[in-house]
């Protein structure tokens, strides 16, 4: 966690630091994918990484949200 690296309290401290890396090939892999899409995730939802049966049904419940208002964007704006 970012919250381990420095030494103030930062937005940025409960995500995962990634690590620098040079090649493509493992900047495309899961470990490195996983930290970057974790990151991205809302930060109530990071805040329950503690306990994996919260933290997955709110995952579930972003995934679906985030999946309805792509759907009706689609219907809205139409295909590009």
Do not use: C, W
């Not at 930290?35 to 995730?41: D, E, G, M």
């Not at 939802?45 to 306990?51: C, D, G, P």
């Not at 972003?62 to 704006?77: C, E, N, S």
């Amino acid at each position: 966690m970012n919250s381990e690296i420095p030494s103030i309290n930062t937005r940025n401290n409960s995500d995962f630091h990634r690590p620098l890396v040079n090649l493509t090939k493992y900047k495309n892999g899961t470990y490195y994918t996983g930290i970057k899409v974790f990151n991205y995730l809302p930060i109530h939802i990071k805040n329950l990484s503690h306990n994996v049966n919260q933290f997955r049904l709110a995952l579930r419940d972003f995934h679906v949200i985030l999946y309805r208002t792509i759907l009706t964007a689609a219907v809205i704006y139409g295909p590009k």
